[in-house]
């Protein structure tokens, strides 16, 4: 099992940055994909972007595409979220996950660990 711990996030104004960690504990990290989803109120968790095993392939939601950056340091046991020109728009709780299926990574029901989510507020 994985015990995924998230850190970051906050409230900035828009045109700001943020970034976000997930850190994992309980296996061997390097084994699961790792995405990260995020969900607005009253809307359905959308997927942000995700990183493969190794971080040698990323995946990114098209609303977020040159805006945000994944990263993985499987040293450190960690996934990083950086986040750029921050819109209004990306208001939400947003959640790290990790998988070790690594096929459908932008599918929300292809993780097995969820964290515990964090709140990222951008103001206008």
């Known amino acids: 099992q994985v015990q995924l711990v998230q850190s970051g996030g906050g409230l900035v104004q828009a045109g700001g940055s943020l970034g976000l960690s997930c850190a994992a504990s309980?296996?061997?990290?390097?084994?699961?994909?790792v995405g990260w989803f995020r969900q607005a109120p009253g809307k359905e968790r959308e997927f942000v972007a995700a990183?493969?095993?190794?971080?040698?392939?990323?995946y990114y939601a098209d609303s977020v595409k040159d805006r945000f950056a994944i990263s993985r340091d499987n040293a450190k046991n960690t996934v990083y979220l950086q986040m750029n020109s921050l819109k209004p728009e990306d208001t939400a709780i947003y959640y790290c996950?990790?998988?070790?299926?690594?096929?459908?990574?932008?599918?929300?029901?292809?993780?097995?660990?969820w964290g515990q989510g964090t709140q990222v507020t951008i103001s206008s």
């Open positions: 309980g296996s061997t990290f390097s084994f699961y994909a």
């Open positions: 996950a990790a998988g070790l299926k690594s096929i459908r990574l932008r599918d929300v029901t292809e993780y097995d660990y």
């Open positions: 990183v493969s095993r190794s971080g040698n392939i990323l």
